[in-house]
């Protein structure tokens, strides 16, 4: 036999709150919810009842009515010393909110975050700091602006290039996307009222994307999506982006990750365009013909 349900008191004025709440069409969905388990509990419902009938856990059902039978009392207190009824329902709103979450305390103050802010909004010369640039283009600011401006010779010659059979696409990861359920579905717009979209969620875990932008049309096309982005991912993203027209000459523009410049995505290069001989001897050369380097020379005495 399972637990015997606690028993819940209720007096009309708090019944008068709670009662309008659960007909509220703008209160937050997680309130009705609480409103009508007291509700129900009071009623004399056991939590088997009420979570078959809400679509919750029973565990749910019995937080919130041990909740609110912690707080009896004090309600019950506030009522006998005169509280009317917008101080009771401040009250009652505050015994059905979550629970402050626990966590490291902040570890900057309001003034300091506003003073990050404003550093980050004015322009670098005014504050005498440089700006940060990156690793080619502080090393080989020559090299580093060719590549820039064959990127964007490419970009702007995608709808030519793609006039001839050329596809112009950049790729990239999109990692960590969170795949969300609504736990309720969404209230379409109605007369005097706007669409109402429920912010508590189900989560089932993480997916990575690898989407292909093909710049002449502007359209994300052969797009990837699975739990990891590893090296075998991208390769196998771009083989099946080829293979959707192998007839065609494919441009893809990415950044410098090392997915992006693999073992496995050289091999699949060559394959796809017919070196599959040179990297073969070089695949035989390291197995056969490579060996260490020995330094012979002593170097020369010093001269008088």
Known sequence: MGKRSVSVEMTPKQRAVLEPLTRA????QRLVERCRIVLMSAEGRNNEEQADELGVDRQRVRRWRVRWVG??????DAENGGANGK????????VLEDNERSG???????????SIIALACEPPAESGLPVSTSRDKREGPEQHQADVEKI????????????VGTHVVSTDEKTGMQALERLHETKPVRPGLVERVE?????????SLIANFDVATGKVICPSIGPTRTEADFAAHIDKTVESDPGATWIFVVDQLDTHRS???????ARRCGLEE???FVEYFHRVLAKPFRWTYTGRPLQA
Not at 25 to 28: D, F, L, N, T
Not at 104 to 114: G, I, N, Q, R
């Open 278 to 280: 040179a990297l073969g």
């Open 152 to 163: 964007c010779d490419t970009y702007r010659d995608a709808p030519e290039l793609a006039a």
């Open 71 to 76: 707080a009896s009392a004090a309600l019950v």
């Open 263 to 269: 073992a496995s995505l050289v091999r699949l290069v």
């Open 199 to 207: 912010f508590e969620y189900i989560r089932h875990g993480t997916l």
């Open 25 to 28: 069409k703008v209160a937050p």
């Open 87 to 94: 101080d009771l329902e401040k009250l009652i709103l505050g």
């Open 104 to 114: 490291a305390p902040s570890k900057f103050t309001p003034e300091e975050v506003a």
